[in-house]
């Protein structure tokens, strides 16, 4: 029988207006892959925090090995064995990847004063074989791609040679390849006797890699069961304590006719190559395939936020020049990125501030005043409507979870009578229950005649969603199917054909 | 598939280009102007422009650590005075030893340096409202200490003569400079204190969460910043063979004018020490250039304020066509 590695009992912690966690328990045993999982807002990312030393917790227990101990901060959760790895990558672009992994330990042994870079280079170097990622560990962070920043981030974690490691949605930008990587580096782990927390929401991956699951809600622990007990419908019910929206989605209901953008052989860099696409008035229309296929960068060049080498756009039959995005909002077209905290939102500002940002015109007034009631008005209707869950219209969105972020950049779009909707992951790092949320309001936006592009990582997602899947790779549409011939195999065929 | 999204890279170095640009600069100017006047390119006129590069590169050089890390630090000018004033305070006055004065004039600078970052990490007031107000206490303090009016270095004449003293034929005072800039360029490239100020100017957030004592190193980094502009006021004293205690505001500027045209990045980060000599050298080159050709000095802060816009202008546009 493996040891109990970690024993959280009682855990509370209140944040100001929030009541985060009460009475949490948590415990992790070597040799387990332990799914912590809850919706958004749940309590399980505290929880976590608070194992690592990021928060402290206002009362209860925490045993390591059977003892007793307060822990402090990051580095004493360190010195404990503990590592945690945060959805929010935590790295120095400005630094090389060696440099990251071994910040504060980087001196020379010698001479403590000075750094080692090649001492720490040769240990990178081992720590990437170990997960099998082909990197220079001189590269800077700033060069590489999210999912090659995460895999730092993971060879970080195992340089601290850890018991316990805390994996904060380790998969939420990661290709299937290299989630089967990180997926052999957490098996290699786990018979190593370590303890391994996994966040996710992907439920098809808890069941391939996690041996025991802890549901919780509203900062509430919920149970604790073997994996091997669970069925993917259990898990959500006891995560949302309610009956989920399921629809099969309607697939190829009636053609569409209307063609509301057309885009001709655009070219941007080395990064998209001659695509082409038409986009039909109420249709959702997927990108999938695998990251760097060029997706995000063929929705950044549409909406003119990277320049377009040549090529043609044409909104409802009408050419346009988009140089800026600007242009793009002038025409109709509304972007949401997949990174909503850097691009999609102003987080110190208010819901209502959001929501206006992108048609603030529409409420001024007189001498360029804003109209201060109609703001809050539209703010409040949209509120409603997309079922936002946040305490007031004045509260900062910083404090949102993340499918209510979406839901206030989806509103801001909305306020702003976009007609083409191109969402860019609309689901990264949003939880199950908050997910069926976000694809009910896609398919009721499309049922009102909006256009929508979605870039999706997750095939399952472009399975269920799309009208049609446009397929990328290498920069270019390899494949344009319609709904009916889509499965997962079709699609993975497209997306690994080379020009 | 996997080869497939394995993306090779190779580290390059977007900061060697920057200095190069900078470096070749600093080339073009020294050319145009030998041919524009035949007074230029003279060893006497080159040793000036070294002579006069030294206080502003030195102050440079411990800016350039502030910058990196995501700061500013406006106090440094008033902060160099200070040092010279103290130097003045401790040998003129109180009759001290010279080397006991200079490090008096040093740690003076050092300490001010301290009080900056602990203001900044511990107090958590923004860098640019801390120094702001170091700056005004400095300058307030240098005309208490001295009694507003210059401290003259009367009775120690070595003192006076140690900035200008050749040594193989270069002036002390440029020799410091540049030992400075060694000194720093190892700081900032060999040591943990180099690293860590890179590190705080790119996240110190992940800094912090990585184990780092971000609070205690940024007291170290602002401080060595501070010890820098009190070695620029030993060599400013021994220069003017006076300490001037109404000297000082502004050249803080020129300080950063320099780490910035040399490639420093205000948002943190970046920067290189290389970058902020050649940054200094190239306004220096560019104030007495536009001298020899005549140019009124008010045309020269004009033309100087110009390049400081292009080259931050140019650094930007090289960035996006890349």
């Known amino acids: 029988m493996n040891e109990v590695l ?49 928060y402290q917790k206002d009362s209860g227990v925490i045993e390591i090995r059977g003892k007793q101990v307060e822990i402090g901060n990051t580095k004493h959760a360190q010195s404990l064995g503990i590592s945690i790895i945060h959805q ?31 001492q720490i280079n040769e240990k990178t170097k081992k720590l990437f074989e170990m997960i099998h990622l082909d990197l220079d560990p001189r590269v800077k962070i700033s060069e590489l791609t999210v999912a090659k920043q995460q895999m730092v981030e993971i060879a970080k974690a195992l340089s601290f040679n850890m018991d316990v490691l805390i994996m904060d949605e380790p998969t939420s930008a990661l290709s299937d390849s290299e989630i089967e990587d990180l997926f052999r580096v957490i098996r290699k782990l786990r018979d190593q006797g370590k303890g391994i927390v996994y966040i996710s929401h992907r439920m098809d991956e808890l069941k391939i890699i996690c041996d025991t699951v802890t549901v919780m809600r509203d900062g509430k622990y919920i149970d604790t069961n073997p994996m091997k007990d669970m069925t993917v419908e259990k898990i959500i019910s006891r995560m949302v304590g309610r009956e ?36 039909h008035k109420g249709e959702i229309l997927g990108f999938a395939g695998l990251l760097g296929a060029g997706r995000t960068e063929t929705a950044r060049a549409i909406f003119g936020a990277d320049p377009i080498d040549s090529g043609e756009i044409y909104i409802k039959g009408e050419r346009v020049h988009i140089k800026h995005p600007q242009d793009a909002v002038k025409y109709g077209i509304g972007y949401l990125s997949e990174d909503r905290k850097q691009y999609g939102l102003a987080l110190g500002l208010s819901v209502v501030t959001n929501t ?32 936002t869950k946040t305490p007031s219209i004045d509260q900062r969105t910083r404090n949102l979870s993340g499918g209510n972020q979406q839901k206030v950049v989806i ?8 007609d083409i909707l191109i969402f860019d992951e609309p689901t990264r790092g949003i939880d199950v229950g908050a997910k069926s949320e976000i694809y009910k309001l896609l398919n009721e936006l499309a049922d009102q005649g909006k256009s929508i592009i979605m870039i999706s990582s997750e095939l399952p997602e472009i399975l269920r969603m799309s009208h049609r899947v446009a397929v990328m790779c290498e920069g270019r549409i390899t494949g344009m199917l319609r709904a009916e011939e889509c499965t997962q195999e079709s699609i993975m065929r497209f997306a690994t054909m080379r020009a | 598939m996997a080869d497939n999204l394995v993306i090779k890279l190779k580290p390059k170095s977007s900061k060697a280009t920057q200095t190069l640009l900078a470096f070749a600069s600093l080339i073009l100017l020294i050319l145009i102007f030998s041919i524009a006047s035949p007074n230029f390119f003279q060893p006497e006129n080159l040793i000036g422009i070294l002579l ?32 010279s004033v103290m130097a003045g305070v401790f040998i003129t006055m109180w009759k001290l030893p010279i080397p006991v004065g200079v ?53 120690t004449p070595v003192f006076a003569k140690i900035a200008t003293m050749p040594v193989f034929g270069i002036p002390m005072g440029v020799i410091v400079f540049f030992v400075a800039a060694i000194l720093a360029w190892f700081i900032l490239s060999k040591t943990v204190l180099g690293r860590y100020t890179f590190a705080i100017g790119s996240n110190e957030e992940a800094a912090r969460l990585s184990g780092i004592n971000t609070d205690g190193w940024k007291i170290a980094i602002y401080s060595l910043g501070g010890a820098f502009a009190g070695i620029a006021g030993i060599v400013m004293a021994s220069r003017l063979q006076s300490a001037q205690p109404a000297l000082g505001a502004g050249y803080e500027l020129d300080a950063i004018a320099a780490a910035v045209i040399g490639g420093t990045s205000l948002s943190g980060g970046e920067g290189t020490i290389l970058g902020t000599v050649i940054g200094a050298f190239i306004i220096t080159v560019l104030t007495n250039g536009l001298r020899i050709l005549s140019v009124p000095q008010e045309w020269q802060m004009v033309v100087t304020g110009l390049i400081v816009i292009g080259a931050v202008y140019l650094d930007i546009v090289r960035r996006k066509v890349k």
């Not at chain 1, 009541?19 to 399980?44: P, Q, W």
């Not at chain 1, 990558?89 to 870079?117: C, S």
């Not at chain 1, 509103?411 to 976009?418: A, E």
């Not at chain 2, 900056?116 to 200490?145: D, E, Q, R, Y």
């Open chain 2, 103 to 155: 490090a008096a004039g040093v740690g003076a600078g050092a300490l001010c340096g301290f009080l900056n970052g602990f203001t900044i990490s511990k107090l958590k007031v923004p860098p640019f409202i801390a120094t702001l107000g170091m700056m005004m206490i400095t300058k307030g303090l240098n005309l208490i200490f001295s009694g507003v009016k210059p401290v003259y270095f009367v009775d």
């Open chain 1, 244 to 279: 989920i929206y399921e629809t099969a989605h309607i697939h190829g209901d009636a053609e569409k006719e209307d063609v509301v953008m057309e885009v001709r052989g655009l070219n941007s860099g080395k990064k998209i190559k001659d695509v082409s696409f038409k986009l």
């Open chain 1, 6 to 54: 970690v024993r959280m009992e009682g855990i509370e912690k209140t944040f100001p207006g929030v009541h985060a966690l009460s009475d949490c328990r948590f415990s992790l045993t070597g040799g387990e892959v332990h799914a912590l999982i809850g919706e958004n807002g749940a309590g399980k990312s505290t929880l976590m925090k608070i194992l690592s030393g990021v």
């Open chain 1, 88 to 118: 929010e990558l935590n790295l120095m672009k400005h630094l090389t990847a060696a440099q990251n992994i071994f910040i504060g330990r980087e001196h020379d042994a010698k001479i403590p004063f000075l750094v080692d870079d090649k």
């Open chain 1, 411 to 418: 509103g801001k779009w909305l306020v702003r009578d976009c």
């Open chain 1, 356 to 387: 206006v940002m992108a048609s603030l015109e529409k409420f001024t007034g007189f001498l360029g005043i804003v109209d201060e009631k109609k703001t809050r008005e539209i703010a409040t209707k949209y509120v409603d409507r997309l079922q």
């Open chain 2, 52 to 83: 006069a590069t030294a206080v502003n590169g030195i102050l440079a050089v411990g800016i350039t650590f502030i910058i990196v890390t995501g700061g500013i630090d406006l106090s440094i000018g008033t902060v160099m005075t200070f040092g």
